[in-house]
């Protein structure tokens, strides 16, 4: 009798230095622009910051990439295991649920008591239902709209995450390993075309496109890719095509960087197309670079203060924006204060919003989400 499989052979401290990477970019893009604090001011300080943090949204697509890599290489583990299904699905859900629904559940709550808080969720009841069941992303539930925004407005990822997990263990499943292949390959290959068609027909210059499950499968594919090459060839994925999956990620950035550039801060159609080609991309070739353990790269994503990112991202990415929205709203209360503020205090002010949600997110974790990840050992697979 061969011993039971186990979900991940050994953790590897370079993924954690990724998704610190991943939230940091995330944190320094909304912290600009979904608050808007450095887009009042037509200083030169304030456009280069701008310029330079905007962008940094396709953070998103790291995150997608390494959860294509993680999840497909412990599909294909566990694979012929006792429980395949049950065990994958409680550790997500253990692992995901407790403070997606306590936050929820907590504003739905709050909304009942604050305008300011009721105007800044979902109008409809149908809409708000369709993120208790990870659907908010369909545009069906979006009555018109165009753009997911306000207090949940990040959370359409964690839908298209979650419709990922519930597809693909059935697909590594059912497939053999080259049929999983091939759908990572053809679906990275169709993802750009459908969003130029869907921009077109539908979404224009709004950044809900880029919100819908279908945009964002190339990074999903992508990860997903390398680990079926890594599971199979028992070795990292080739360095040739890590270069040119940077080079052609870099390529696209640059093209629209040149000639596009008003894109970087109002993202409209050729960033939401082209460029989240190029974001997942270059995320693959980062995921892909790092399992070659290079020493220079080993030492940047094994930095302590970013593996630390990386341990609490969930938390950070689940709770940021309840504090740097409320914030934003309070500053332009007071009579426009915030436009009066020197760059140099707004910098102090995102630094320290910053650090009040990792402060939440390590309470969060330790005092809370810990209960729950403990009990993950009750479903290992065997």
Not at 279 to 302: G, M, Y
Not at 362 to 375: A, G, H, P, T
Request: net charge positive.
């Amino acid at each position: 009798m061969t011993s039971p499989p186990r979900e991940d052979t050994k953790h590897k401290p370079e993924l954690d230095g990724i998704r610190g990477l991943a939230i940091l970019g995330v944190l320094c893009s909304h912290g600009v622009g979904v608050t808007g604090i450095f887009l009042v001011s037509h200083s030169i300080a304030d456009k280069i910051l701008a310029y330079l943090m905007v962008p940094l949204w396709g953070g998103v697509d790291l995150f997608f990439v390494l959860s294509g890599f993680l999840i497909t290489g412990i599909l294909l583990r566990t694979k012929k295991s006792e429980h395949y299904f049950s065990s994958f699905y409680a550790r997500r859900a253990l692992r995901i649920f407790p403070i997606y629904y306590l936050t929820l559940i907590l504003c739905v709550t709050v909304a009942h008591f604050s305008l300011g808080i009721a105007s800044a969720l979902p109008q409809w009841t149908s809409w708000k239902f369709a993120y208790f069941i990870y659907l908010q992303n369909w545009p069906v539930f979006w009555h018109g709209e165009k753009i997911m925004g306000g207090l949940w407005g990040a959370y359409w990822s964690l839908a298209i995450e979650e419709q990922f997990y519930f597809v693909w263990p059935l697909v590594v499943f059912l497939l053999p390993e080259k049929a999983v292949t091939r759908i990572c390959y053809v679906g990275v290959i169709c993802a750009l075309p459908l969003r130029i068609l869907i921009c077109y027909c539908y979404f224009g210059d709004s950044f809900g496109l880029a919100q819908i499950t279908s945009s964002r499968v190339d990074g999903l594919f992508l990860g997903a890719a390398c680990a079926l090459y890594m599971f199979s060839n028992k070795k990292p994925v080739p360095m040739a095509w890590i270069r040119g999956a940077a080079i052609a990620g870099a390529g696209i950035m640059g093209y629209i960087v040149l000639f596009h550039r008003g894109e970087l801060i109002g993202t409209a159609k050729w960033m939401t197309t082209l460029g989240i080609t190029g974001f997942a991309l270059l995320s693959a070739a980062i995921v892909a670079a790092s399992q070659h353990h290079f020493p220079a790269l080993d030492r940047i994503l094994t930095m302590s203060w970013l593996r630390v990112l990386g341990k609490y991202s969930y938390g950070i990415y689940v709770y940021h924006l309840l504090i740097f929205l409320p914030s934003s709203w309070y500053l332009r209360s007071e009579a426009g204060s915030w436009i009066h503020l020197s760059f140099p205090e707004r910098i102090l002010l995102m630094l320290a919003e910053m650090i009040m949600v990792v402060a939440i997110a390590v309470v969060s974790y330790d005092l809370f989400e810990v209960r729950f990840l403990q009990l993950k050992r009750r479903f290992t697979p065997a």
